[in-house]
Protein backbone atom coordinates (compact mmCIF):
# COMPACT_ATOMS: atom_id res chain seq x y z
CA UNK A 1 0.00 0.00 0.00
CA UNK A 2 1.50 3.43 -0.96
CA UNK A 3 1.45 6.13 1.51
CA UNK A 4 2.01 9.72 0.77
CA UNK A 5 2.11 11.88 3.98
CA UNK A 6 2.41 16.03 3.22
CA UNK A 7 3.48 18.58 6.02
CA UNK A 8 4.63 21.74 5.72
CA UNK A 9 1.19 23.53 5.24
CA UNK A 10 -0.04 26.59 7.62
CA UNK A 11 -1.24 30.21 7.89
CA UNK A 12 1.29 33.28 5.97
CA UNK A 13 0.61 36.46 5.19
CA UNK A 14 0.54 37.66 1.32
CA UNK A 15 3.53 37.92 -0.25
CA UNK A 16 5.05 35.27 2.27
CA UNK A 17 6.66 31.69 1.59
CA UNK A 18 6.14 27.82 2.61
CA UNK A 19 7.65 24.97 1.93
CA UNK A 20 5.42 21.70 1.56
CA UNK A 21 6.69 18.07 1.51
CA UNK A 22 5.27 14.87 0.45
CA UNK A 23 7.29 11.76 2.15
CA UNK A 24 6.57 8.62 0.31
CA UNK A 25 6.46 5.02 1.64
CA UNK A 26 8.43 3.50 -1.30
CA UNK A 27 11.57 5.02 -3.39
CA UNK A 28 10.02 7.84 -5.76
CA UNK A 29 11.83 6.05 -8.32
CA UNK A 30 9.50 4.08 -8.51
CA UNK A 31 6.88 6.15 -9.36
CA UNK A 32 6.29 7.21 -12.82
CA UNK A 33 5.31 11.14 -11.79
CA UNK A 34 4.98 13.06 -8.48
CA UNK A 35 3.23 16.26 -8.14
CA UNK A 36 1.34 18.92 -6.32
CA UNK A 37 -2.59 19.67 -6.47
CA UNK A 38 -4.70 22.22 -4.90
CA UNK A 39 -8.27 22.61 -4.32
CA UNK A 40 -9.74 25.65 -2.77
CA UNK A 41 -13.64 25.68 -1.67
CA UNK A 42 -16.01 25.58 -4.60
CA UNK A 43 -13.32 24.63 -7.33
CA UNK A 44 -11.86 21.96 -9.02
CA UNK A 45 -8.41 19.86 -8.31
CA UNK A 46 -5.92 21.73 -10.42
CA UNK A 47 -2.22 21.15 -11.10
CA UNK A 48 0.62 23.01 -8.79
CA UNK A 49 3.34 21.67 -10.33
CA UNK A 50 4.49 17.82 -11.21
CA UNK A 51 7.88 15.86 -12.08
CA UNK A 52 8.60 12.82 -13.75
CA UNK A 53 11.22 10.23 -13.11
CA UNK A 54 12.81 11.12 -16.80
CA UNK A 55 13.29 14.77 -15.15
CA UNK A 56 10.19 16.82 -16.98
CA UNK A 57 8.76 19.48 -14.96
CA UNK A 58 5.03 20.99 -15.22
CA UNK A 59 3.93 24.35 -13.52
CA UNK A 60 -0.11 25.21 -13.47
CA UNK A 61 0.19 29.04 -15.26
CA UNK A 62 -1.23 30.70 -12.22
CA UNK A 63 2.14 29.41 -10.31
CA UNK A 64 4.58 29.93 -12.91
CA UNK A 65 7.62 31.63 -11.92
CA UNK A 66 6.83 31.93 -7.96
CA UNK A 67 6.42 27.87 -7.45
CA UNK A 68 9.44 25.49 -7.25
CA UNK A 69 9.02 21.72 -7.34
CA UNK A 70 11.74 19.23 -6.23
CA UNK A 71 12.90 15.80 -5.26
CA UNK A 72 14.79 14.18 -2.23
CA UNK A 73 15.66 10.93 -3.55
CA UNK A 74 17.75 9.95 -0.64
CA UNK A 75 14.67 11.06 1.71
CA UNK A 76 11.57 9.97 -0.41
CA UNK A 77 9.99 13.03 -0.47
CA UNK A 78 9.01 15.62 -3.22
CA UNK A 79 8.93 19.20 -1.64
CA UNK A 80 7.15 22.24 -3.02
CA UNK A 81 8.43 25.40 -2.58
CA UNK A 82 5.81 28.55 -2.48
CA UNK A 83 7.45 32.22 -2.80
CA UNK A 84 5.21 35.23 -3.24
CA UNK A 85 1.98 33.58 -2.07
CA UNK A 86 -0.92 35.40 -2.26
CA UNK A 87 -4.52 35.07 -1.18
CA UNK A 88 -5.91 33.11 -4.37
CA UNK A 89 -3.18 30.35 -3.22
CA UNK A 90 -5.52 29.59 -0.63
CA UNK A 91 -6.78 25.78 -0.80
CA UNK A 92 -5.77 22.48 0.41
CA UNK A 93 -2.67 21.02 -1.23
CA UNK A 94 -2.48 17.14 -2.30
CA UNK A 95 0.41 15.37 -3.42
CA UNK A 96 -0.14 12.42 -5.69
CA UNK A 97 1.86 9.88 -7.25
CA UNK A 98 1.69 8.03 -10.32
CA UNK A 99 3.15 4.60 -10.16
CA UNK A 100 2.21 1.24 -12.65
CA UNK A 101 0.06 0.30 -10.25
CA UNK A 102 -2.40 3.27 -10.15
CA UNK A 103 -2.92 6.73 -8.60
CA UNK A 104 -1.78 7.51 -5.11
CA UNK A 105 -3.22 10.89 -3.07
CA UNK A 106 -2.10 12.02 0.09
CA UNK A 107 -4.58 13.51 2.65
CA UNK A 108 -3.79 17.05 1.82
CA UNK A 109 -2.56 19.78 4.28
CA UNK A 110 -3.66 23.78 4.49
CA UNK A 111 -2.48 26.74 3.12
CA UNK A 112 -3.80 29.92 3.97
CA UNK A 113 -2.74 33.43 2.41
CA UNK A 114 -4.28 35.89 4.91
CA UNK A 115 -3.17 39.49 6.37
Known amino acids: QVQLVESGGGLVQPGGSLRLSCAASASIFSYIAMGWFRQAPGKQRELVASTTNGGSVNYGDSVKGRFTISTDNAKNTVNLQMNSLKPEDTAVYYC?????????WGQGTQVTVSS
Open 96 to 104: RALGSTGIF
